[in-house]
């Protein structure tokens, strides 16, 4: 059994970025019956700001994220809905008080907004009792309920996630072995292995590979030399026209460069096109560049997109080296 490098694995960021992509596949997937009274026709919106005016938690080491979502019922009414995602470890005994004192200070500054408080447990169960606070002092009484999803009650699931169209429960599969396997790092190599080859047989679109597989690939961290391992392993499932994407944004991130991964198999399996591995590979690093940019500097101007969309192999890879030093946008694309 090997140890794992970084056993304080980042969690936050991902679950975080899987619910602003999937927050209608999550609701489908873990509160069906919430799920089918919003009506999905009409835009959801994230309401981060709002949610930071009331939710001051810095604490050192936090292992949980929120997020408020703005939805319309069937019936045309404006509803928020709070989501708590407990990260790591049990949920503590101030857990139930944590989350009636969120639902409050919400419904305190908006008192003519319904809102819906649900929470996610990812890791161990707790023994205690959950999604219950109650208070009573000579007959005053607070009685606020809300559900809870404990995710390890979902590895009985396992066959349902597997077989699952809905991509979210690729996320959770993602979750649970990322937890399964916390202190043996080639059972993950393993399990991640196995998640991608589930991935890439599915007939997602394109961009949704893509993000799950950053999604996946984020969650289930690997020493490098388990990675590059992992890596020759996915190329050789070539035969069976499958392909890999690293998560090029983090190895950004890690080495100050961009290394694009994207294989013409793949953009010939969703395409059918026969030159497809020319123009994948180069479509697929254009994308991540461009994912980038954006959230470096915000929106592209038209000209910046029609540089990306002409451009070489060759001018991306400078481009993407240039994208985590510059100072602004035009100096990206700096060729002086």
Not at 277 to 282: D, F, Q
Request: charge should be negative.
């Amino acid at each position: 059994m090997t140890q794992p490098s970084d056993p304080s694995n980042d969690f936050d960021s991902p679950w975080k970025e899987a619910l602003e992509y999937y927050f209608p596949q999550f609701m489908a997937l873990l509160f069906p019956g919430a799920h089918a009274e919003i009506d999905w026709s009409r835009p959801h919106e994230f309401l981060d700001t709002e949610l930071q005016k009331i939710v001051r938690d810095a604490e050192s080491g936090r292992r949980h994220t929120d997020k408020l979502v703005k939805v319309f019922t069937l019936g045309g009414v404006e509803t928020w809905v709070l989501i708590h995602v407990e990260i790591q470890g049990k949920a503590d005994r101030h857990f139930n008080r944590r989350m009636y004192r969120y639902h409050y200070r919400l419904q305190d500054r908006h008192p003519n907004r319904r809102i819906a408080s649900f929470a996610i447990l990812t890791d161990r169960n707790s023994a205690r009792q959950l999604g219950h606070y109650r208070q009573t002092l000579w007959q005053t009484e607070i009685d606020f309920k809300f559900p809870v999803i404990r995710l390890q009650d979902w590895h009985d699931r396992r066959t349902d996630l597997e077989n699952s169209p809905n991509p979210f429960a690729l996320v959770v599969l993602a979750q649970l072995d990322a937890h399964r396997t916390r202190q043996d790092d080639t059972a993950r190599k393993v399990s991640k292995f196995g998640l991608i080859r589930l991935l890439l047989s599915r007939d997602y679109a394109r961009q949704d590979i893509m993000e799950l597989l950053r999604v996946i690939d984020w969650l289930m961290q690997l020493p490098d030399e388990l990675e590059r391992q992992l890596t020759d392993e996915i190329k050789q499932l070539e035969a069976e026209t499958m392909t890999y994407v690293m998560s090029i944004e983090r190895l950004a991130l890690e080495q100050g460069k961009l290394e694009g991964r994207l294989e013409g198999k793949l953009e010939g399996k969703l395409e059918g096109k026969a030159e497809g591995k020319a123009e994948g590979k180069i479509e697929g690093k254009a994308g991540l560049l461009q994912r980038l940019l954006i959230k470096r500097f915000g929106p592209l101007p038209d000209a910046i997109q029609r540089r990306l969309d002409q451009a070489t192999s060759e001018q991306l890879e400078i481009w993407a080296e240039r994208v985590l030093d510059a100072p602004n946008l035009p100096a990206v694309f700096d060729d002086h």
